[in-house]
């Protein structure tokens, strides 16, 4: 069951040093004061999972050294420019970086649903994406006749975090239509979700907000965090905070601008 | 008699030719960053009088998936995405795209963003239209570094989608699939075909005569500025007001 943490330091407690830790794309609702909090902990050697792209988060947790792999299909800082932190790292050959393409992330996401050990995709073959990854295997679709098909091993997440407008307080938590949020908790074995507030009632009791609802039970921590994905957006609540994003891609551009970046408004600032 | 040609911007251009190739089809996908490409599918739209569907993937209005980030990838694969854009930091002759690095892999020379959904929607897509506006000899490859997708598969590799077409700030380039190679389909008003070949850097088929790219109607000029350019503030504030003086709104 689900804890209403008193402070999103409690909250994160699980997400401990070394695990693999699922993270959503940039629209759909990351814990990006959660992401500055464990920063300030220093936590180290994260195997991150972004599903299945990343923005600011990825390149924070790159830039702040808390990475040991990063596993996505993208890294940008869409119309505000290349990931810089992403980028001088990979050019460095500082980052162990598992390419894959988005729909092979949300396919292994789907097996670890399913509890089962791999998922066919169709596409790859042919893509040097494949040469990286000694991971995917292809087969023979045995329903076929010459027929290679990748078959892409379930990936099973220890924590995914994200950051959603609601919860009650049984942990039961609103994500509304960002259905991935759901398959991201289904496939890892804990969840901790940021919430901009509580809902005073029960989310399942109300058929309408029952369908948009991931359930308590597959919810491991909650903690109130308002504003708790700036500056990324939080769908159909508020945009991205483009002026702040547009700073970040300016100082991050070096790696002492980074650092003041870090010291600005990672360090110096407190979750709300 | 014929009136006067209307004025227009080389955005209007490239959107009314994306427009053209996008053709009579039901459903039209836009991914991320791909603010001509979403001008070219709304246009399409107003003038096929609400066909096609199109689903433009940041917008909350423009977008009807409620399955979370994989039904785009998943009503693809039951081929119900008819056209989608690809774009490349690399694109070559044989319509290979790179999305992910010059240089050795783990230790690049230059690094792009990632493959998106490019691995997977170039194979099942059917009309894939290449996007990308820097024609220049740096984009436009005789050999891609690293094939994020490839431009085609071997016959018993299950295909049903790739490129159809590539367009430029200088050109529109058709793709023949048996051949794997691009023809060169017209040139772009104020462009030559000789300047095509000394900024492409991969070979290329072309007739003696080349056309120029049709230019934008004054109707579709009109619905692009009246209709479309509204719409795609919502996800492209800055492409609106600076091409179609759209106010942003805070």
Not at chain 2, 92 to 114: A, M, Q, T, Y
Request: charged residues 20%; hydrophobic residues 40%; glycine residues 8%.
């Amino acid at each position: 069951m689900a804890v209403i943490a008193s402070t999103i330091e409690s909250a994160l407690e699980a997400i401990a040093d070394g695990c693999t830790l699922a993270v959503p794309r940039e629209n759909s609702g990351v814990a990006m004061e959660a992401t500055r909090a464990l920063i300030r902990r220093g936590i180290k050697n994260i195997n991150l999972v972004a599903l299945p792209t990343s923005s600011l988060q990825a390149d924070l947790l790159i830039g702040a050294g808390c990475l040991a792999s990063l596993e996505t299909s993208a890294v940008s800082l869409g119309e505000f420019g290349a990931a810089p932190r992403f980028t001088a790292a990979m050019t460095s050959g500082t980052l162990t970086l598992k390419d894959s393409t988005c729909p092979a992330l949300h396919a292994a996401f789907q097996a670890s649903e399913k509890g089962i050990p791999f998922m066919p995709l169709r596409g790859l073959v042919g893509s040097d994406l494949t040469k990286h990854r000694p991971d995917w295997q292809f087969i023979d679709n045995p329903f076929g006749d010459n027929d290679p098909i990748v078959l892409l091993p379930a990936i099973k997440p220890d924590v995914a975090l994200f950051h959603a407008p609601m919860a009650d307080r049984s942990g039961n938590v609103w994500i509304g239509r960002q259905r991935e949020l759901g398959t991201m908790a289904h496939a890892s074995t804990k969840t901790i979700v940021t919430v901009e507030k509580i809902h005073d009632g029960d989310l399942l009791a109300d058929p309408i907000l029952a369908a948009g609802t991931l359930p308590g039970f597959y919810v491991d921590a909650v903690a109130v965090v308002p504003r708790g994905a700036w500056p990324l957006p939080l769908p159909d609540h508020y945009a991205a905070d483009g002026e702040h994003l547009a700073e970040y891609a300016r100082m991050a551009a070096t790696p002492d601008g980074f650092q003041k970046y870090l010291a600005q408004h990672v360090h110096d600032r407190r979750a709300a | 008699m014929t009136a006067a040609q209307p004025e227009f911007r080389p955005e209007e251009l490239l959107s009314s030719v994306i427009a053209e190739l996008i053709g009579d089809v039901r459903h039209v996908a836009v991914g991320n960053a791909s603010p001509i490409p979403a001008t070219a599918a709304l246009l399409a739209r107003e003038r096929g009088k609400g066909r096609p569907y199109v689903s433009l993937l940041q917008s909350r209005k423009h977008n009807f998936f409620t399955d979370g980030g994989r039904e785009l990838f998943d009503c693809a694969g039951q081929g119900r995405i008819d056209v989608f854009f690809l774009s490349g930091g690399e694109i070559d002759g044989e319509g290979n795209v790179n999305l992910v690095s010059i240089g050795e892999h783990d230790h690049p020379k230059v690094r792009f963003p990632g493959s998106f959904g490019s691995g997977y929607l170039y194979y099942v897509v059917p009309k894939v239209i290449l996007f990308r506006t820097e024609h220049s000899r740096r984009t436009l490859v005789s050999k891609v570094s690293f094939i994020s997708a490839p431009g085609t598969s071997e016959p018993n590799v299950y295909r049903h989608g790739g490129p159809i077409a590539l367009v430029t700030n200088r050109c529109v380039f058709s793709f023949d699939k048996a051949k794997k190679r691009f023809a060169l389909a017209s040139v772009h008003p104020g462009h030559s075909v000789e300047e095509v070949v000394e900024h492409t850097g991969f070979e290329f088929d072309r007739a003696a005569q080349v056309p120029f790219t049709s230019a934008p109607d004054a109707d579709a000029l009109r619905l692009m500025r009246e209709t479309v350019a509204p719409e795609l503030a919502e996800i492209y504030p800055q492409f609106a007001q600076s091409v179609f003086g759209v106010k942003i709104v805070a």
